[in-house]
T-cell receptor
Framework: DIQMTQSPSSLSVSVGDRVTITCRTSQSISTYLNWYQQKPGKAPQLLIYAASSLQSGVPSRFSGSGSGTDFTLTISTLQPEDFATYYC?????????FGGGTKVEIK | DVQLVQSGAEVKKPGESLKISCKGSGDSLTNYWIGWVRQMPGKGLEWMGIVDIGDSDTRYSPSFQGQVTISADKSISTAYLQWSSLKASDTAMYYCARFLQLGDGFDIWGQGTMITVSS
C-alpha cells in the first residue's frame, strides 16, 4: 500500500494568510494526487485533481503542485470559508489511500 | 445536476446485518466507479473499496476485505455497502463518491450515512 504523510496535522492562521500544506507519498505516484476540503458535518469536496488541476467551481486562490512523492496545496489568501480540514489522496494504485488530514483553524 | 443520494441513518445492534445504498440522480452512473469511504467519529477518511457500476467489478482495501461487501445494480444506478454482522467499531459516517476512471479524483460525493452500532 502507498502511505500518505500529510503535514502539518493542524495549523492556526489568520484571514488573509498564505497557507501551505504538504503531502508525501511512500513511493512515486507521478501526478495521481488529489486534494479535498471537508467542513464539519459535510461531505468532502474535490479541490484539486491530478496534482495541479483546479476542479470546476473551486476558487483560484487554491492551487496544487508537485509530482513523484512530494506535493503541496496552497491557499494564496485565506478566506473565512476556508477554515476546514484538508486531505490528500493518491489515485495511482489500489488501495486508494488518504492522508491523515490537516485542520486549518482560526488563530 | 448530478447527485449521489445515500440512504438514511441507521441504529443497529451488534451482530445485526445492514445494507446501505447510494443512488445516482440526474445522470446515469453506468460509466462510473463508486467508492465507499469511512469516517469514524472525529477521525480522518478511510478508503474501503470501489465498484464499477457498469459491470460490478469490485476492489477492496485490504483493511476492509472480508468485513464488508460492495455491490451495484446498474439498472437503477445504485451502489451498495453491506455488513453481515455489525460490530460497535463499525460506528461511523459512510460516504459514497464517484469517479470516472482509475487515476481520477472523487468528483461527486453523497451526503453520508451515519451508522450507529450499540447494544
Amino acid at each position: 500500500d502507498i502511505q500518505m504523510t500529510q503535514s502539518p496535522s493542524s495549523l492556526s492562521v489568520s484571514v488573509g494568510d498564505r497557507v501551505t500544506i504538504t503531502c508525501r507519498t511512500s513511493q512515486s505516484i507521478s501526478t495521481y494526487l488529489n486534494w479535498y476540503q471537508q467542513k464539519p458535518g459535510k461531505a468532502p469536496q474535490l479541490l484539486i485533481y491530478a496534482a495541479s488541476s483546479l476542479q470546476s467551481g473551486v476558487p483560484s486562490r487554491f492551487s496544487g503542485s508537485g509530482s513523484g512523492t512530494d506535493f503541496t496545496l496552497t491557499i494564496s489568501t485565506l478566506q473565512p470559508e476556508d477554515f476546514a480540514t484538508y486531505y490528500c489522496q493518491q489515485s495511482y494504485s489500489i488501495p486508494l489511500t488518504f492522508g491523515g488530514g490537516t485542520k486549518v483553524e482560526i488563530k | 445536476d448530478v447527485q449521489l443520494v445515500q440512504s438514511g441513518a441507521e441504529v443497529k445492534k451488534p451482530g445485526e446485518s445492514l445494507k446501505i445504498s447510494c443512488k445516482g440522480s440526474g445522470d446515469s452512473l453506468t460509466n462510473y466507479w463508486i467508492g465507499w469511504v469511512r469516517q469514524m467519529p472525529g477521525k480522518g477518511l478511510e478508503w474501503m473499496g470501489i465498484v464499477d457500476i457498469g459491470d460490478s467489478d469490485t476492489r477492496y482495501s485490504p483493511s476492509f476485505q472480508g468485513q464488508v461487501t460492495i455491490s451495484a445494480d446498474k439498472s437503477i444506478s445504485t451502489a451498495y455497502l453491506q455488513w453481515s454482522s455489525l460490530k460497535a467499531s463499525d460506528t461511523a459516517m459512510y460516504y459514497c463518491a464517484r469517479f470516472l476512471q482509475l487515476g481520477d479524483g472523487f468528483d461527486i460525493w453523497g451526503q453520508g450515512t451515519m451508522i450507529t452500532v450499540s447494544s
